[in-house]
């Protein structure tokens, strides 16, 4: 399997796209006037308690107050740690009103929400996590192989005890570091020591809301967790960032051998793989599969909802084939789109309907299988009897839709627009309601092109009967700048 990374920085953002045999898997992109804040650790300032949610606003210095629920609030013994007693207190116990307090961003703000926040603070390397004020070592779940489990614990451990650890902070071991040796594990512990060392001398300093550490810009953050032996080669556009992987890979990875390549070719490199069209695919509802059938992915406020249609495809056997290869050419894609538009939160899929339960079984092991790889945390439900999935996918970032696009100011977010049918009724009605009041013997109607071409053409018979009824004559004038649904009756 050949994976590639390639890296496009410019003034305006820095942009990452992870290839997969040749398709675009994942795509990353920082705007550097509204750059993310996960990971960054903040002295804010309590604005209110909510008792009733459990929570509360804090003023981190961002433009919306951020929110904390008080699971995500720690309790810290006279050493700094956190308390082991897990059993829950009111936020109102927890927190008060002004006081300060030292949070990590854990998700970003998305949509009409602030940024949500924990006091669980952790520091990220390339191969280990750092726990500032706990004492655990633990080890990611995605590494599965016991004996590698068992083999990483013991070096840690023997690093530790060499370090002259002495509880000072808990660690967690990452998948990124499977392969890692004692030295680089060794490495790792001396680089998040010294960073936590810097970190606790900016809180000592007491001077309000502050940021307190910024997590690295994004292709360097791309480099250190996406970064595994089966990345063959890294492409970037500018020779600055070049050099800062190329020297950060040298430091921490020099086992791998990924090739790192400054690009300097006329074309851009997100033509390179047609990345730019599939970013602008991505933006769309609808998913062309190559059997013919589609997906429809529609995003909500509460949820994803995604849709599979057998479209034009008609199968070559017997129906239930057909629904099954439509299903399950879809289950990858559904997975493959997942990751590129980073849609997160619940997520209902609504394959098209299986009575045979080893078809239903095929579909969820496909699309199981197609989720592995994905690097956001994912749980999925069973085929349930309206043949829908349920899943949910961790989201601590905007989508890519809600990075690139904003609402239409015409449809405001709804993504339709009232018939020109429905607003000649309404007009109608506004007519009706201003003959009643007033005795003028002319109304002018103002609309745009498309409204009064109907009234002048469909609706020309009823629009002679309202004439009639109410005394008066309708006249019509075009406004280039009103939308389909603006309109306005005034007397003439």
Not at 238 to 260: A, G, H, K, W
Request: hydrophobic share 40%; net charge negative; charged share 30%.
């Amino acid at each position: 399997m050949s994976e590639e990374i390639l890296i496009n920085v410019t003034l305006m953002e820095t942009r990452v796209a992870l290839i997969e045999n040749g398709l675009l898997q994942e795509v990353f992109i920082e705007r550097h006037n509204k750059r993310g804040h996960v990971g960054d650790v903040f002295r804010g300032k309590v604005v209110r308690v909510m008792p009733g949610m459990e929570a509360a606003f804090v003023d981190i210095g961002l433009e919306r107050a951020a929110f904390i629920h008080a699971s995500d609030i720690s309790m810290l013994d006279p050493a700094g740690f956190e308390l082991k007693d897990t059993s829950p207190r009111p936020v109102q116990d927890l927190l008060r009103e002004g006081q300060e307090l030292i949070v990590q961003v854990a998700k970003d703000a998305i949509s009409s929400k602030g940024a949500r926040l924990t006091t669980n603070l952790t520091l990220a390397s390339r191969n280990l996590v750092y726990l500032p004020r706990s004492k655990h070592l633990g080890i990611s779940q995605r590494l599965e192989d016991e004996k590698s489990r068992e083999r990483l614990l013991a070096l840690l451990q023997e690093v530790l005890a060499e370090e002259g650890w002495d509880e000072s902070g808990g660690f967690i071991i990452r998948t990124a570091a499977e392969a890692a040796s004692k030295d680089e594990i060794a490495q790792d512990v001396r680089y998040l020591r010294r960073l936590w060392t810097k970190v606790e001398q900016r809180i000592s300093r007491r001077e309000g809301i502050k940021a307190v550490y910024r997590e690295v810009p994004l292709y360097m953050r791309t480099v250190r967790d996406l970064i595994t032996g089966e990345i063959e080669k890294i492409r970037v556009d500018n020779r600055r960032t070049f050099e800062e992987i190329t020297q950060f890979l040298q430091d921490f990875v020099p086992e791998l051998d990924t090739s790192v390549e400054l690009y300097e070719g006329n074309r851009p490199i997100f033509d390179l793989f047609s990345i730019e069209d599939d970013i602008n695919k991505a933006l769309g509802r609808q998913v062309k599969l190559k059997s013919g059938g589609d997906v429809i992915i529609d995003q909500t406020e509460a949820m994803t909802t995604i849709d599979v249609n057998t479209g034009g495809y008609v199968g070559s056997r017997n129906h239930a084939e057909t629904v099954l290869k439509t299903n399950l050419e879809a289950a990858t894609a559904i997975a493959r789109q997942l990751r590129i538009r980073n849609l997160g939160g619940i997520i209902i899929i609504d394959f098209i309907d299986m009575q045979d339960q080893e078809h239903q079984r095929q579909v969820q092991r496909t699309f199981s299988r197609a989720l592995e790889k994905d690097h956001a945390r994912t749980s999925i439900t069973g085929i349930s009897q309206l043949g829908l999935i349920e899943m949910t996918r961790k989201r601590t970032r905007e989508s890519l839709g809600q990075i690139l696009n904003s609402h239409c100011p015409v449809c405001e977010g709804r993504g339709t627009l009232k018939s020109p049918e429905t607003v000649c009724y309404e007009i109608f009605r506004e007519l009706l309601n201003i003959a009643r009041t007033y005795e003028n013997d002319v109304l002018l109607v103002t609309a745009s092109q498309l409204v009064v071409d109907r009234f002048l053409d469909e609706e020309s018979d009823t629009l002679a009967g309202l004439e009639e009824l109410i005394g008066k004559t309708v006249k019509f004038e075009v406004e280039p700048m009103y939308t389909q649904e603006q309109f306005d009756v005034v007397l003439y």
